[in-house]
């Protein structure tokens, strides 16, 4: 069965970077389009960024030019770098394999203080 297990997030403060993993087993994951999606406290689940099993971005507004997301079809691994974190970006980060964040791991949270 689908498995995803995210890692790396933590405390940070205002202006500084993360880089969370997503560990992916059960399925091909080097023919899958992958998202990370975000959910910060007493909010709806928010879309961050995907991944084309090729390598093609994209990000919501909110984080372009500061997130970066990668994958390595070889460990089935898919990566978030996040620099210049602001406090908006306080959440639970999940990784997931659809484009509503339906099928995602049990996530991992990402507190940034000022």
């Known amino acids: 069965q689908v498995q995803l297990v995210e890692s790396g997030g933590g405390l940070v403060q205002v202006g500084g970077s993360l880089r969370l993993s997503c560990a992916a087993s059960?399925?091909?994951?080097?023919?899958?389009?992958m998202y990370w999606f975000r959910q910060a406290l007493g909010k709806g689940l928010e879309y961050v960024s995907g991944i084309s099993s090729g390598g093609s971005t994209n990000y919501v507004d909110s984080v372009k030019g500061r997130f970066t997301v990668s994958r390595d079809n070889t460990k089935s691994t898919l990566s978030l770098q996040m620099t210049n974190l602001k406090s908006e970006d306080t959440a639970v980060y999940f990784c997931?394999?659809?484009?509503?964040?339906?099928?995602r791991g049990q996530g991992t949270q990402v507190t940034v203080s000022s």
């Open positions: 059960g399925f091909a994951f080097n023919k899958k389009r």
């Open positions: 997931a394999t659809d484009d509503r964040g339906d099928v």
